[in-house]
């Protein structure tokens, strides 16, 4: 049973995750875990550090892959309660009316902790999902419907989310449903032409997280004190590119101050690794190899979301450009595990037009929970 850190990022300011939409008017609430992973090796280069070690471990030329460590996405936090994707399971089997509800089920983007921990353990959801009508039990929405957890963990959200306005009470739990963790909205901006100073309005996708607030990613530590070099071991490279990634900013819009944040190393967190051809989910975007299809992604009761990642590379070598494109398994993907793991690869996605100077590497490794097979009677 491998043991997970947790490291929370605290925005300074704004974030710009890039997501879909025309231009830049729309942004994430997550941070896929090989954006992530690119931001890393980015300033690890950007500060003089040496690309070569992190190809040799996450991309080996052979497909045997024996990472020093495994990451999860970014995903929100609020106070002490973590929120995860929701897992593409069969919630009918778990006492959620899933018919009835499927209007509901269909907002919800994140489960809390406890939630994540009752389906994949196949634990009764009976109650916890609020009623349409009627003050809830067991469980209860935040964020609209965008975010589901129980009842016991309201008292380690924040104190302001907790509390009325007025401070004297506690919220209802129907009425913590109108509360934000986090915000979105489009900021105006103008582009002047360099040639004939004609001037261009576009907005721009703004994410601000509510005080004591942000993300949280884990990291499944396989080799952390082995050597990536100048001294360093895995756990000491990571945490100091950690840091410069927060000075740098995470995101887009760097250059007007979005992305800036502050992170700090928290607690363990113990999840099940899964047996071979038992289920698991993922909570990192997963690229399979060659070997692990068809059989992680066709055998039932497997349920999963493609996503198609594509955009442009940096390079200190030249201009941006458009790197292949590649299609994952979203997180929250139910898939099977083939062999023992790790499953996944790092792909290099330079361009196959032209004469590209280096490898681009993109994360595709699963970080897997084992889910337990629960069929209906």
Same mark, same amino acid.
């Given at each position: 049973? /491998?043991?997970?850190?947790?490291?929370?990022?605290?925005?300074?300011?704004?974030?710009?995750?890039?997501?879909?939409?025309?231009?830049?008017?729309? #942004?994430?609430?997550?941070?896929?875990?090989?954006?992530?992973?690119?931001?890393?090796?980015?300033?690890?280069?950007?500060? *003089?550090?040496?690309?070569? *070690?992190?190809?040799?471990?996450?991309?080996?030329?052979?497909?045997?892959?024996?990472? /020093?460590?495994?990451?999860?996405?970014?995903? /929100?936090?609020?106070?002490?309660?973590?929120?995860?994707?929701?897992? $593409?399971?069969?919630?009918?089997?778990?006492?959620?009316?899933?018919?009835?509800?499927?209007?509901?089920?269909? $907002?919800?983007?994140?489960?809390?902790?406890?939630i994540f921990r009752r389906i994949v353990t196949g634990q009764s959801l009976a109650g916890c999902l609020p009623p349409a009508e009627g003050d809830p039990e067991l469980g209860c929405f935040m964020q609209g419907k965008a975010l589901w957890l129980t009842a016991e963990e309201v008292a380690s959200l924040p104190e302001a989310m907790r509390l009325r306005e007025d401070r004297k009470a506690g919220? /209802?739990?129907?009425?913590?449903? +109108?509360?934000?963790?986090?915000? =979105? #909205?489009?900021?105006?901006?103008?582009?002047?032409?360099?040639?004939?100073?004609?001037?261009?309005?576009?907005?721009?996708?703004?994410?601000?997280?509510?005080?004591?607030?942000?993300?949280?990613? !884990?990291?499944?530590? =396989?080799?952390?004190?082995?050597?990536? !070099?100048?001294?360093?071991?895995?756990?000491?490279?990571?945490?100091?590119?950690?840091?410069?990634?927060?000075?740098?900013?995470?995101?887009?819009?760097?250059?007007?101050?979005?992305?800036?944040? +502050?992170?700090?190393?928290?607690? +363990?967190?113990?999840?099940?690794?899964?047996?071979? *051809?038992?289920?698991?989910?993922?909570?990192?975007?997963?690229?399979?190899?060659?070997?692990?299809?068809?059989?992680?992604?066709?055998?039932?009761?497997?349920?999963?979301?493609?996503?198609?990642?594509?955009?442009?590379?940096?390079?200190?070598?030249?201009?941006? +450009?458009?790197?292949?494109?590649?299609?994952?398994?979203?997180?929250?993907?139910?898939?099977?595990?083939?062999?023992?793991?790790?499953?996944?690869?790092? #792909?290099?996605?330079?361009?196959?037009?032209?004469?590209?100077?280096?490898?681009?590497?993109?994360?595709?490794?699963?970080?897997?929970?084992?889910?337990?097979?629960?069929?209906?009677?």
């Open positions: 049973m /491998p043991e997970w850190t947790i490291y929370t990022l605290h925005p300074r300011g704004a974030l710009h995750i890039g997501e879909r939409g025309v231009g830049q008017e729309e #942004t994430a609430c997550r941070v896929p875990a090989d954006t992530l992973f690119a931001a890393l090796v980015t300033v690890w280069i950007d500060a *003089g550090g040496q690309e070569e *070690g992190w190809g040799r471990a996450f991309a080996p030329a052979e497909e045997a892959v024996n990472p /020093p460590f495994l990451l999860t996405s970014a995903f /929100p936090f609020a106070g002490g309660v973590r929120f995860y994707p929701l897992p $593409q399971a069969d919630l009918a089997s778990l006492g959620v009316e899933a018919d009835e509800r499927r209007k509901d089920l269909r $907002q919800i983007e994140f489960v809390s902790e406890g919220r /209802p739990l129907r009425a913590l449903e +109108q509360v934000h963790v986090w915000r =979105r #909205t489009k900021v105006p901006r103008v582009a002047v032409d360099r040639i004939g100073s004609a001037s261009t309005l576009f907005h721009t996708g703004r994410l601000t997280f509510a005080p004591d607030c942000g993300l949280w990613f !884990g990291v499944d530590w =396989r080799r952390p004190a082995a050597a990536l !070099g100048d001294g360093l071991s895995w756990r000491g490279a990571f945490e100091r590119a950690l840091s410069l990634l927060g000075d740098s900013g995470l995101g887009g819009e760097r250059s007007v101050g979005y992305g800036a944040f +502050q992170w700090a190393r928290g607690e +363990q967190v113990a999840w099940d690794s899964p047996a071979p *051809g038992a289920l698991y989910v993922t909570l990192s975007r997963y690229h399979p190899r060659p070997s692990e299809t068809p059989g992680a992604l066709v055998a039932d009761p497997v349920s999963y979301t493609l996503v198609s990642v594509a955009g442009y590379l940096e390079t200190p070598t030249g201009a941006a +450009q458009r790197r292949r494109r590649l299609w994952l398994a979203a997180e929250g993907s139910v898939l099977r595990a083939v062999g023992a793991g790790p499953y996944g690869d790092v #792909t290099d996605v330079r361009p196959r037009v032209g004469d590209f100077p280096h490898p681009v590497w993109r994360y595709g490794l699963a970080c897997p929970v084992a889910v337990r097979e629960v069929r209906r009677a």
